[in-house]
């Protein structure tokens, strides 16, 4: 988010709970934010930050945008604020991030009249070895810190480092203020659909529909059905999805997992609120009443754990050549 931070209007609560650590002087050492990724974990996090850099914070605890705390936040060059994320997403937070970090937290804030805030993203990619480093910062507070730790898989994280955390829960919204607010943003259609496939996350509904997303997993679907079909060559389509650089691998193994899901509950006569691809129910159908449910359900946890060794070192085509020969078979049975 550049310049002045802001809340979106399902955080209300979470903020109330925020102003109240800096109204009452109280500002925990650390903080956790969970929930799931695509509702503004971030932006939250950075807008508290921003409150406790800022030199001249307005009545109701929100950052005045003017003060110097506020412009090198703004310029994200504030010296007091600190990011320590994996190198690439998916990967561990290793011990060197944390040594740095110790070591830097020795020093004083540079600016008197504020804090000095540092967000860990996400908090579970620390491993044995960090976590445990990690507990060193929280058992050692430093002068005017407070750590902002955020995860969508909290229970990943040691009980000795959650222990030691106040927690700040950020629920999905509920559905009709994340379509309103999705309608203000101006996506104006196919909202329902696009919120259902991003999970009720309404961050992550945006993005999709400014990147076409529909009309993409509508292409990748067509592809898959063309497969069970026979009426595709499976390899030059793995190396097709492969080689795709506008769509992370997992976001497509999840649409399949979310595809199979569908086709196993229209198996046992499910239907809506429970099924997450509504504009596919004709071909997701189809398929339900010819496939073998036993199969089928060998075949979701086939994607499951495919999708769980995206970051391994394992070689992602031939995963994913694998993967959609099983489909083909299950499709030939
Ligand atoms: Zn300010």
Redesign the pocket.
């Known amino acids: 988010m550049s310049g002045q931070t802001a809340i979106y209007p399902w955080q209300a609560d979470n903020w109330r709970q925020l102003c109240a650590y800096i109204q009452q002087q109280r500002i925990p050492q650390a903080l956790l934010f969970s929930g799931a990724a695509g509702q503004g974990r971030r932006d939250l996090a950075e807008h508290y930050t ?2 406790l ?5 307005l009545a109701d605890s929100s ?9 090198l ?1 703004a310029a994200q060059t504030h010296p007091d604020f600190l990011t320590i994320e994996p190198d690439e997403p998916g990967k561990a937070l290793g011990i060197d991030k944390i040594r740095q970090l110790i070591v830097k937290l020795a020093l004083k804030p540079q600016y008197d009249a504020a804090y000095r805030v540092v967000i860990i993203q996400p908090a579970d990619a620390l491993n044995n070895a960090s976590a445990n480093a990690f507990l060193k910062c929280l058992e050692e507070p430093t002068e005017r810190t407070c750590l902002l730790l955020i995860s969508e898989q909290p229970s990943r994280l040691p009980a000795t480092i959650r222990s030691r955390c106040q927690k700040v829960a950020c629920a999905t919204p509920a559905r009709e203020v994340a379509i309103s607010w999705l309608q203000q943003q101006g996506v104006s259609e196919q909202t329902e659909l696009l919120l259902t496939l991003a999970q009720g996350s309404p961050l992550l509904a945006k993005h999709y529909a400014e990147h076409n997303m529909i009309q993409l997993r509508q292409q990748y679907f067509e592809a898959w059905w063309r497969i069970a079909q026979g009426k595709e060559h499976l390899l030059t389509i793995a190396e097709l999805w492969q080689k795709q650089e506008k769509l992370d691998l997992a976001v497509v193994l999840r649409w399949m997992a979310g595809w199979v899901a569908d086709i196993i509950k229209y198996a046992y006569r499910a239907d809506s609120p429970a099924i997450a691809n509504p504009d596919l129910k004709n071909a997701l159908q189809a398929l339900a009443e010819r496939l073998e449910l036993k199969r089928l359900y060998r075949f979701y946890d086939n994607v499951l754990t495919t999708k769980s060794q995206l970051n391994t070192q394992l070689n992602k085509q031939l995963m994913l050549e694998q993967l959609l020969i099983s489909w083909s078979q299950l499709n030939r049975q």
């Open positions: 921003q409150s850099l800022c030199h001249t914070p950052p005045c945008g003017h003060c110097v705390g506020c412009k936040f």
